[in-house]
C-alpha cells in the first residue's frame, strides 16, 4: 500500500471481515490508526455487515415459518394459471427480489478491546468472546521508545499462544489477533525490538 493513500473498499471490506492476512494486517491497521477517513469507513462497513447478518437471520426465520411457505406455494399455482405474459411478469419480479434480499456473507467484525497496564496491583480483566477476531487497542502512556514493538499472548502457565506485531501511534499500541483466543485468562506482553519486556496487560475469554 503506498504510503499516505487511502484503503481501497475491497481492502477494508477484507478487513473487515477478517480475511486478512496478520502480515497485510499490519500495514492497514497503521494505516488506520491516523485516517479518520478510513476509521469512518470501517466503521460503516462493519456497520453493514451487523445489519446484512440479522437480515440473513430474518430470512432463514421467516423459512421456518410453514405457513408462510404454504402460502407462497398456493399463489405461484395461481400465477401459473394466469395467460403466460403476466406470469413471465411475476417471475421477473421475484427474481429481482431475490437478488435484492440475498444477504452478502456477514462473518462477525472483530471485537474492539481497550486496554490499560496493569499498573499498581492486579485490576479486573475485561472479557471477551473466544474464537473470535480481537482488534486490541492498548494504552502506551510512558511507554518506552522503540523501533519496532512486538505482542506476546500467553496463557495462565505462560505459555505462548500468539505473537503478532504491535504498531504504535502516539499512546495507543495497536495489537489484533485475527484468530481470536480460546476460553481462559491471558496476558498481553508488549517487548521492544530487543524482546525485552515493557509492558502487561490482562484479558480473559469466555
Known sequence: MVAG?????EQIEQYAMGKLSPNCCEDLEEHLLICESCQLSLEETDTYLVHMKAASARVLEAKEQPSVWDNIRGGLSQWMAKPLPVFAGLACAAAIAIVLIAPRPSPESPQQVTLESLRGGQA????VEAKR???FSLDATGLPESPSYTANIVDESGKLVHEAPATRSNETVAVRSAAGLPAGKFMIRILDSKLELLREYAISVK
Open 5 to 9: 493513500a487511502h484503503l481501497t473498499e
Open 124 to 127: 479486573e480483566a475485561p472479557f
Open 133 to 135: 477476531a480481537i482488534q
